[in-house]
């Protein structure tokens, strides 16, 4: 099952042309990790891919099961499935952790044509999601990632991904600010919520994180494209060698 096919996409932000004719197909059971220098656009691809306002899609197509993505609402492309973890988690000063995610979860549940889940029942089932990134309960009656270290911040993203069970989980650099036992568990997060039936896309700069969650392909992305797919051996080469080879192979190749 194909989960995400992109071909061709560009983008652009204020007028700056930023991504520059990307492909990617993403099938259900998969793990892809996308690397790349600072600047390549990794955060980018992951925004437009949210609908976020500001990026404008200029060519290209982008195909979620089946439909065209770029006809659907910001909302409805997360109702529908979509998860996106951001580099940098906002925070929303005056609203509960708990009553954001409620509200998350059950705006997912009524897209889906399903009641709302009653407090009692959702407590439960957060309570159950907490255990998964092993955070303290504390953490939902707080404001949402309101004074949350980094880390917290990043463990909160993945108990939102515990909760709405994404088909289609993107996470922009979720492993970037946290120490090694932070990275751990929110690893083994990510690990024991990735089923055959969905697929994640992983946002990193470092090979670190791969040690802990195991792709299935690397790609590179430069200059608003993916230049070079490969395995999970592919990390370890950019570790050791950078990325400036590729971009020499790839000016040999064009
Ligand atoms: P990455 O996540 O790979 O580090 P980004 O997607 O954040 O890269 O950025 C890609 C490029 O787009 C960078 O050169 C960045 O400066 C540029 N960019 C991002 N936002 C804007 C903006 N609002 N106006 C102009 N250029 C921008
Ligand atoms: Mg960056
Ligand atoms: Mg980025």
């Known amino acids: 099952e194909v989960i995400l096919s992109v071909k061709d996409l560009t983008a652009e932000v204020d007028g700056v042309s930023i991504l520059k004719g990307l492909n990617l197909e993403v099938k259900a059971g998969e793990i892809h990790a996308i ?16 609908g976020h306002p500001d990026y404008t899609v200029t060519g290209g197509e982008i195909t979620y099961l089946g439909q065209n993505l770029l006809e659907l609402e910001a909302e409805d492309r997360s109702r529908s499935g979509i998860f996106l973890a951001f580099q940098y988690p906002i925070e929303i000063p005056g609203v509960s952790n708990l009553d954001f995610l409620r509200v998350a ?12 889940l009653d407090t009692f029942d959702f407590e439960d089932l957060v309570q159950q999601k907490l255990d998964v990134v092993q955070m303290n309960p504390a953490f939902l009656d707080r404001s949402v990632n309101e004074g949350f270290s980094g880390g ?3 463990r909160n993203e993945i108990l939102q991904m515990a909760l709405l069970e994404p088909k289609l ?9 946290l120490d090694i036992d932070a ?10 919520l ?6 994640v896309v992983l ?12 792709p299935d392909y690397v790609h590179v992305m430069e200059g608003g494209q993916i230049v070079t797919t490969g395995g999970k051996e592919l990390a370890l080469e950019l570790e050791e060698r950078g990325y400036t080879w590729i971009r020499e192979e790839a000016e040999v190749a064009a």
């Open 35 to 50: 690397m790349g220098p600072n600047g390549s656009g990794k955060s980018t691809f992951s925004k437009v891919l949210a």
């Open 105 to 116: 979860y059950n705006s997912k549940r009524k897209f889906a044509g399903l009641d709302e």
């Open 152 to 154: 917290e911040k990043k």
């Open 169 to 177: 989980a993107i996470l922009d650099e979720t492993d970037s600010g």
């Open 183 to 192: 990275l751990r568990i929110v690893s083994s997060g990510v690990n024991q």
């Open 194 to 199: 990735t089923t055959p039936d969905n697929a």
């Open 203 to 214: 946002i990193t700069h470092y090979q670190r994180l791969l040690d802990y969650i195991v």
